[in-house]
C-alpha cells in the first residue's frame, strides 16, 4: 500500500529565508503527488502538485520536486513568510491519496 | 463561492452518547470523505463515499458510521464516543478519487 512519510517532524527559519520540506514515498506506481498547509484551526489546503511525468513544478513562491528514483519529494518556499507558518503534509496517489506524518513550519521574525 | 461546509464548528458530547457530525458541499464532486485528525498528527482516513458506494478504511473502528443521502450532503455518526475519539474531524470532497480534495473546515468533537 501507499506510504508516505516526511523526514523532520519541525523546521524552524527565518523571516526572508527559502524553506524546505521533505517527504519519501514508498509505492514506486504513486503517479500523482500533491502538497498541502495546514494553519492552526482550519482545514488543509492545496499548495501545488506534481505528476510523475515531471520532475519539477514551480508556483508561486512555491517548487516542488520529485525524484522518482528515490522516492522523494521536496517542497521549497521562497522567501518565506510568517504566513507561511503552519504544518506542510505531503499526500500520494493509491486508492485515494494517503498524507505524510506532517512538518510544522515556524518562521522567525 | 463553492465550499464545503461543516456544522458545528465545535461540538461536546458525553461519553457513550451518540454524536452526528454534518458536511455539506457546493461543488457537485463525486466523492467526499471523512477524516479524523489527532493533535499534531496528519489527517487519517475514516472512510469515502464515491457517489453512493460507501468504502470503509479497514482499521476504521465500527464504532463509526457514515451516511450520504445525496450528493451534497455526508454525516459522521459515532455510535457511542469514547475519550479516545476527540479529535478534529475533517470533511473532504475531490471530483474524482485520487485527485485534489478540498477540505473543511472541521468540526472539533470534545467527549466529557
Known amino acids: 500500500g501507499e506510504s508516505v512519510g516526511l523526514h523532520l517532524p519541525t523546521l524552524s527559519v527565518q523571516e526572508g529565508d527559502n524553506s524546505i520540506i521533505n517527504c519519501a514515498y514508498s509505492?514506486?506506481?504513486?503517479?500523482?503527488f500533491i502538497w498541502y498547509k495546514q494553519e492552526s484551526g482550519k482545514g488543509p489546503q492545496f499548495i501545488i502538485d506534481?505528476?510523475?511525468?515531471?520532475d519539477k513544478r514551480q508556483g508561486q513562491r512555491v517548487t516542488v520536486l520529485l525524484n522518482k528514483t528515490v522516492k522523494h519529494l521536496s517542497l521549497q518556499i521562497a522567501a518565506t513568510q510568517p504566513g507561511d507558518s503552519a504544518v506542510y503534509f505531503c499526500?500520494?496517489?493509491?486508492?485515494?491519496?494517503?498524507f505524510g506524518a506532517g512538518t510544522r513550519l515556524t518562521v522567525k521574525p | 463561492d463553492a465550499m464545503v461546509i461543516q456544522n458545528p464548528r465545535y461540538q461536546v458530547t458525553q461519553f457513550g452518547k451518540p454524536v452526528t457530525l454534518s458536511c455539506s458541499q457546493t461543488?457537485?464532486?463525486?466523492?467526499m470523505y471523512w477524516y479524523q485528525q489527532k493533535s499534531s498528527q496528519a489527517p487519517k482516513l475514516l472512510f469515502h463515499?464515491?457517489?453512493?458506494?460507501?468504502?470503509n478504511e479497514a482499521d476504521t473502528p465500527d464504532n463509526f458510521q457514515s451516511r450520504r443521502p445525496n450528493t451534497s450532503f455526508c454525516f459522521l455518526d459515532i455510535r457511542s464516543p469514547g475519550l479516545g475519539d476527540a479529535a478534529m474531524y475533517l470533511c473532504?470532497?475531490?471530483?474524482?478519487?485520487?485527485?485534489?480534495?478540498?477540505f473543511g473546515p472541521g468540526t472539533r468533537l470534545t467527549v466529557t
Open positions: 509505492n514506486s506506481a504513486s503517479d500523482y
Open positions: 463515499y464515491y457517489d453512493k458506494d460507501f468504502n
Open positions: 506534481i505528476r510523475s511525468n515531471m
Open positions: 499526500a500520494g496517489d493509491g486508492n485515494d491519496m494517503r
Open positions: 461543488l457537485n464532486h463525486n466523492v
Open positions: 473532504a470532497t475531490s471530483l474524482y478519487s485520487g485527485e485534489e480534495q478540498y
